[in-house]
């Protein structure tokens, strides 16, 4: 059974493996000053305009795709015979991947030799993009739907999200953060430190005073929590805070220089809700339960 691989453009991947065949993003929407834009991985953005107009007061907020969108992209693929994987943003941040099975529902009844599978990756930005990439890899290799399902829901319970960010008032606006949290930080002075949960939510680990100690801690819980025995890379994210995405990658490259590190710069899907200066190691490593 032939199958494609989506996912959502709440993925951050790298440029060469969105020329792989059989593999497509879903764009989304965003709000900037009013004005509803769409974001397409594969088109170019200007996202320093993006974090500048960030920096100067724009409120920024995005949308969900809408039901008839994946139907639309679905439907596309089934007529031609395709199965389809998708990789969803995490249900802990967003209801993607609860549309996007109704989607396959409805879809099913038209094509019900074909199968519609929605992954809750528990994942946004490079993690995502961890699992795109290892699920082309595995499809390479020959592996079935079902099997190449199996080991990406078993990467999941493995990948790891370390990030920092500038200010929490953006993670507040949106609702991830509370606002006793948001004001903390803000008080204080320091960069909140945060991770993607076992529960695909977002959890402040800790705090550091000052960029460079906040990249310290950083590395320091990839230190505690990765594993030798992987293939897939880790993903380095910066929000147009670029002296802090070399500093993480000049730094792990000293430790492991045998790593496969891929650098992106955070789309406006999730920029909307940590603002800029945000950046982010991401991995697969220990199981959440053996978690440092």
Known sequence: MKYVILTDAACDLDPGVLKTADLAVIPMEYIQQQETRTYDPAENCDLKSFYDAQRNGDLTKTSQIAPRTYEKVMRAWMDQGYSILYLALSGGLSSTCQTACMAGE???VLYPYLQVIALDTKAATG??????ERAVRNREKGMSLSDNTKDLMDAVER????????DLKYLQRGGRVSAAAAAVGTVFQVCPLLKIDEKGKLQTIGKARGTKKAVGELLERYEENRTEDTE???YIIDADAPDTGDALEKKLRAL????????CTLSPIIGSHTGPGMAAVIHIGKAADMEA
């Not at 990948?159 to 500038?166: G, I, K, N, P, S």
């Not at 492991?256 to 650098?263: D, Q, S």
């Open 127 to 132: 993690g995502m993009g961890i699992l795109v």
């Open 106 to 108: 409805k879809l099913h």
């Open 159 to 166: 990948l790891h999200h370390w990030f920092m960010v500038q």
């Open 256 to 263: 492991h220089p045998e790593l496969t590190i891929r650098r």
């Open 232 to 234: 897939d890379p880790v």
